[in-house]
């Protein structure tokens, strides 16, 4: 209860009592094991008295009003030194101070070094009383405050101990990035204090990264939107790390947004990243220069020889198709996709017509697995190997459309042929059609239904999505 000592609000119920009851004096005292203590008081120079001489200590234990006429009179009082001593008081009148509890606390008293033989009227008695309850409602809002205050504060300190204890840098700031917080990791890190502006963090920033990341974060911050950005931050031995960068700004107003931030350490994810890509580079290389061997292999065994030389040039269409689609699969050089599209893209490439766009694809976003990927090269393959022989494409005026659905469960593409010679169906089922079937089917789960029409082939492919995306 200190933080109540000078209560203006205990100090006007103080001097309203002293003045309702005629006074000169009075305090609201709070009785202790060996002590009184006055948290506001009124004519009254000292701030405590020992328990022994306490008048309160008798009104609180006796729950009632206590009114003393002549203290040098009551036996029960005459030999306190507040009453023989140079305070020379006498009258003395208390009303209790009990807790919701049933605690007794003190008293809201007032007194005066004259007897007041008559002591005081019932309306004075009933005055001193509602001031009293007016004074233990102040004093139950004040332990609520407290109580609440400790909450907040144990609260604070727990997500305190928190912050500091997590592996990232995590910082705020108000508008305009004034920076107002970062927690313990970042002295630990950077062995500097906290930022308090952007530029201060120049010093923790790589040059080669610092003016870019800065003009994104200012950025960010002008339009109040998300930041995220990777830079090198150097660390406190003079080493640097790669770390990332968030931050989130509370509203979407620049003027008022408060922003919160992350710092995460990524360096050793980032390498291990850099190292891989560079081994599966180094492997999608070694492939290729394998497919380069093996069609250099097969023509120099069919040179000279017309009939394995038809043989040899099917063969390595295909072995450039699966080439194709390695190199797709892995993404190296400039073959760069991220669905069945943009394979199909690369695959289809080599049959355009220059000046018309002879092969058109389209339709709905259709992921694919690597796994998956050789397989649709083969058929691709033999369907555009055969349209370029026989169909739509072995002529000037011919199109490929290429049409993409994506159901539920699975996943359609439509291959339609306009604009060539009149086609009719194969009377033998060649090798190129069971490719094609034991690809659909045994590979990747599906289905192929193929309808030669006068105006030109037309293909559905049906495959399940789950085989398509493994």
């Not at 008293?107 to 007897?115: G, Q, R, T």
């Not at 007016?134 to 609440?148: G, I, N, P, T």
């Not at 192929?448 to 999505?465: A, C, F, H, V």
């Amino acid at each position: 209860m200190s933080e109540l000592y000078g209560d203006e609000e205990l100090a006007r119920l103080v001097r309203f009592a002293a003045q309702l009851c005629n006074a000169p004096k009075g305090a609201v005292s709070l009785v202790e094991a060996e002590r009184q203590i006055f948290l506001a008081s009124e004519g009254v120079a000292v701030t405590e008295t020992p328990r022994d001489t306490s008048f309160c200590a008798h009104t609180m234990l006796s729950g009632e009003a206590l009114i003393v006429p002549d203290a040098s009179k009551d036996p029960r009082f005459a030999e306190f030194s507040l009453v023989t001593g140079e305070e020379h008081l006498r009258f003395y009148a208390g009303a209790p101070l009990i807790s919701s509890e049933g605690a007794a606390l003190g008293a809201l008293c007032i007194f005066d070094d004259v007897a007041h033989p008559d002591g005081l009227t019932d309306l004075q008695i009933e005055g001193l009383l509602v001031l009293a309850d007016a004074v233990k409602r102040r004093l139950l809002a004040h332990r609520q405050a407290s109580e609440v205050t400790a909450a907040v504060r144990a609260s604070a300190e727990r997500l305190q101990f928190m912050i500091d204890s997590v592996p990232d840098i995590a910082w705020s700031a108000g508008p305009y990035a004034e920076f107002d917080y970062v927690n313990a990791r970042w002295r630990s890190i950077t062995g500097l204090p906290a930022p308090r502006h952007v530029e201060d963090w120049r010093a923790v920033i790589h040059p080669d990264e610092y003016d870019n990341t800065r003009e994104k974060f200012i950025t960010a911050v002008q339009r109040a939107i998300p930041f995220e950005d990777e830079w090198r931050m150097l660390q406190a031995d003079g080493s640097s790390r790669w770390i990332l960068r968030r931050a989130v700004p509370s509203t979407d107003d620049p003027d008022t947004a408060r922003w919160f931030g992350t710092l995460t350490d990524i360096d050793d994810a980032r390498r291990a990243l850099e190292e891989r890509e560079l081994l599966a580079g180094e492997l999608a290389h070694r492939i290729k220069n394998i497919f380069s061997v093996i069609i250099g292999l097969v023509s120099l065994h069919a040179r000279g020889d017309a009939t394995h030389r038809a043989f040899a040039d099917i063969l390595s269409d295909n072995i450039r198709a699966l080439s194709r689609a390695q190199e797709f699969a892995t993404q190296i050089d400039s073959i760069k996709a991220e669905d069945l599209k943009g394979l199909l893209e690369v695959l289809m490439a080599p049959y355009g017509v220059p000046g018309r766009q002879a092969v058109t694809i389209e339709g709905e976003h259709v992921q694919f697995g690597m796994r998956a990927a050789t397989p649709l090269a083969l058929v691709f393959h033999e369907l555009a190997t055969n349209s370029a022989k026989y169909g739509a494409l072995s002529t000037a005026e011919g199109c490929v459309r290429i049409t993409l659905e994506r159901g539920k469960d699975d996943a359609s593409i439509v291959w339609i042929e306009t604009g060539g010679p009149d086609v009719e169906p194969p009377k033998n089922e060649g090798f190129g059609l069971r490719l094609m079937t034991m690809a659909i089917t045994h590979q990747l789960g599906g289905e192929m239904d193929q309808n030669w029409q006068p105006s030109g082939l037309r293909t559905r492919i049906t495959l399940p999505r789950a085989r398509l995306e493994a």
